[in-house]
């Protein structure tokens, strides 16, 4: 890839939001009303994402990156206009994946998730309140992602009750079965899901999109220093 960053554009039904998409880097999107305004926007993002490439041992291929290049443009939906956020597939995302290739997109999940759980150890219990979350603190915030992500591995054949996800063996014996599953479905040449499949390489970015999003949501939130 060297210094080059390929990205796909959804664009909502109406055309009221834009989403540019890091399709190599799994978790690295971001919305906005225009095209331009959701490239410089991802862009901002990518000291951010430097630390998720780091914790998946990927910091040396990251961070040389200077250049966007757009390589597609496709429709959303109705939800891609009122959330700012992919619910559609680009033809990459339906393109099929080597073992290798997904391997790679499993790692940067998990390094999504071992970024999620730094943040919420070292936040602040409450966060600061404002419009986005409807003011949730920080243990709704993580419930919350934690349950979204429960519903999605149904989808490849994972049942966890929230419960044992609230423990830090149950989320770890979760996630290695989310991450196992992704592979069985993958060898089998399968999406995930059976009213609306997914593809698997969209299950995983959307998984690791919310994982950092809500991630982030914390940092931003934070109010460590203003207790102290």
């Known amino acids: 890839m060297n210094n080059r960053m390929r990205v796909t554009l959804e664009s909502g039904s109406k055309g009221k939001k834009v989403v540019a998409i890091a399709i190599d ?16 926007k991802l862009r901002a993002y990518m000291p951010r994402y430097s630390q998720v490439a780091e914790l998946a041992d ?17 429709p959303g939906t109705g939800s891609t206009d009122f959330w700012g ?8 995302d339906k393109q099929d994946m080597s073992d290798d290739e997904l391997e790679r997109e499993l790692r940067l ?6 970024f999620f759980d730094d943040v919420r150890g070292r936040v602040s219990a409450e966060m600061q309140k404002g419009p986005r979350g409807g003011g949730r ?10 349950a979204a992500e429960q519903d999605w591995a149904k989808g490849v054949g994972v049942i966890a009750p929230g ?23 993958h060898a089998q040449g399968k999406w995930a899901g059976k009213r609306s ?16 999003d809500h991630a982030w949501e914390m940092e931003d939130k934070d109010l460590t220093f203003k207790e102290a």
């Open 25 to 40: 880097w799994p978790g690295l999107e971001r919305g906005a009303k225009t095209e331009l305004e959701a490239i410089e």
């Open 58 to 74: 990927m910091q040396a291929a990251f961070d040389p990156i200077q250049h966007i290049d757009v390589v597609e443009q496709y």
């Open 85 to 92: 956020i992919s619910f559609a597939f680009s033809s990459i």
């Open 109 to 114: 999940m998990q390094a999504c998730w071992a």
């Open 137 to 146: 603190d920080r243990d709704q915030i993580v419930r919350h992602t934690l």
């Open 163 to 185: 419960d044992v996800m609230l423990t830090d063996e149950g989320l770890k014996g979760y996630r290695a079965a989310y991450c196992q599953a992704i592979r069985d479905y």
């Open 197 to 212: 499949p997914w593809p698997l390489r969209y299950l995983i970015r959307h998984t690791a999109f919310h994982t950092l």
